[in-house]
């Protein structure tokens, strides 16, 4: 199985869901389940059925986040030491080379991405554009609107 490259807050963060879903929500709806049960005639019950979806997808997303965490390769961007280049985990901050706009992310895993706070999935266009490069470099990203040009001001391992 191929390992999937994830930051510490990112695993940090999948942890705590899957301690929310085995702790708090999976006793939740086996509760509502018996409850539903007690009611009697199983065979037009909404509540049982609605139980027993949430549990199926309770489940199926305890399973999904073991595997990943089986799988991960756990980074911490704080201990990297790339000589400066652009690599999984770094903070990079962008100058658009058109409009002179100043941006910052992060390249992160695919579960953890979040473009509104500045994280960028690893196979996304910017990150595979940015990935290998050095401060002062200048990296094109095919996007919708066409080419966009990104001069690179600085790479953080934070």
């Known amino acids: 199985m191929a390992?999937?490259?994830i930051t510490k807050r990112g695993a940090e963060s999948l942890k705590a869901e899957l301690h929310q879903l085995k702790t708090v929500d999976r006793p939740w709806v086996i509760n509502s389940i018996s409850e539903a049960r007690a009611q009697g005639d199983l065979s037009e019950n909404a509540e049982y059925d609605?139980?027993?979806?949430?549990?199926?997808?309770?489940e199926g997303r305890i399973q999904e986040i073991e595997g990943k965490l089986s799988a991960a390769q756990i980074i911490d961007p704080s201990e990297l030491d790339a000589g400066g280049k652009v690599v999984f985990g770094s903070t990079i901050e962008l100058e658009d080379e058109e409009t002179g706009d100043k941006v910052t992310y992060q390249i992160v895993g695919e579960d953890e991405a979040d473009i509104k706070q500045g994280r960028v999935n690893i196979s996304s266009p910017i990150a595979r554009a940015l990935i290998g490069?050095?401060?002062g470099d200048t990296a094109e990203v095919q996007a919708p609107g066409g080419i966009k040009r990104y001069e690179i001001i600085a790479v953080m391992y934070i």
Do not use: L, S, V, Y
């Open 133 to 135: 490069k050095d401060e």
């Open 50 to 58: 609605a139980a027993k979806d949430r549990q199926g997808f309770i």
């Open 3 to 5: 390992t999937i490259p």
